[in-house]
Antibody
Framework: QVQLQQWGAGLLKPSETLSLTCAVY????????WSWIRQPPGKGLEWIGE???????NYNSSLKSRVTISLDTSNNQFSLNVTSVTAADTAVYYC???????????????WGRGTLVTVSS | IQLTQSPSSLSASVGDRVTITCRAS??????LAWYQQKPGKAPKLLIY???TLQSGVPSRFSGSGSGTDFTLTITSLQPEDFATYYC?????????FGGGTKVEIK
């Protein structure tokens, strides 16, 4: 059974860099798109960006200048870095697997448990 | 592409039929998914391609629509269905989500 396990620092100070990693266990890394999504406390979901198994990326322009998503294919892991964080970056961060179904219909079928990242001085 | 869900919240009883709508700011064909999220948990995929039920999801959930207007229907609400529901468009980047609809117990 495929699982996503994520980890990273949960408490940051303003201006620091957020770093999270998501590992894929029990399944293939290739053929999927790997996304990061965040959810501020009590609010909705925001897609941050994605990477495919070849290293091609797409980012949300709302964060693009501060975000880097990278992959480590040898360990079936992908990572998120967000620089210069502020209190507005406080959120639960999820990793998720994007699947391409028939006729190019994409969907996110597998999610990590989420990591709460709090930015506070 | 902006997604507008309505209502933002609703109260319903077990056994009720519940309908949630999602409107896209421009046409997205059928590139729409629906997710269920319970407090403290990650979202769970219910429906993709607007109307295809994800494996393992009860048949009381159904989706319809194409273009700009979409609907998620729960035909007979069960106690475990009280949650927040989100639509998501996967027609173009950035992938965007609706604001969510919280289904509460009446």
């Amino acid at each position: 059974q495929v699982q996503l396990q994520q980890w990273g620092a949960g408490l940051l100070k303003p201006s620091e860099t957020l770093s999270l990693t998501c590992a894929v266990y029990g399944g293939s890394f290739s053929g999927y798109h790997w996304s990061w999504i965040r959810q501020p406390p009590g609010k909705g979901l925001e897609w941050i960006g994605e990477i495919d198994h070849k290293g091609n990326t797409n980012y949300n322009s709302s964060l693009k200048s501060r975000v880097t998503i990278s992959l480590d294919t040898s360990n079936n892991q992908f990572s998120l870095n967000v620089t210069s964080v502020t209190a507005a970056d406080t959120a639960v961060y999820y990793c998720a697997r994007g699947v391409r179904g028939g006729y190019d219909f994409w969907y996110f079928d597998l999610w990590g448990r989420g990591t709460l990242v709090t930015v506070s001085s | 592409i902006q997604l507008t869900q309505s209502p933002s919240s609703l109260s319903a009883s077990v056994g009720d039929r519940v309908t949630i709508t999602c409107r896209a700011s421009q046409g997205i064909s059928s590139y729409l998914a629906w997710y269920q999220q319970k407090p403290g948990k990650a979202p769970k995929l219910l429906i993709y391609a607007a109307s295809t039920l994800q494996s393992g999801v009860p048949s009381r959930f159904s989706g319809s629509g194409s273009g700009t207007d979409f609907t998620l229907t729960i035909t007979s609400l069960q106690p475990e269905d009280f949650a927040t529901y989100y639509c998501q468009q996967l027609n173009s980047y950035p992938r965007t989500f609706g604001g969510g609809t919280k289904v509460e117990i009446k």
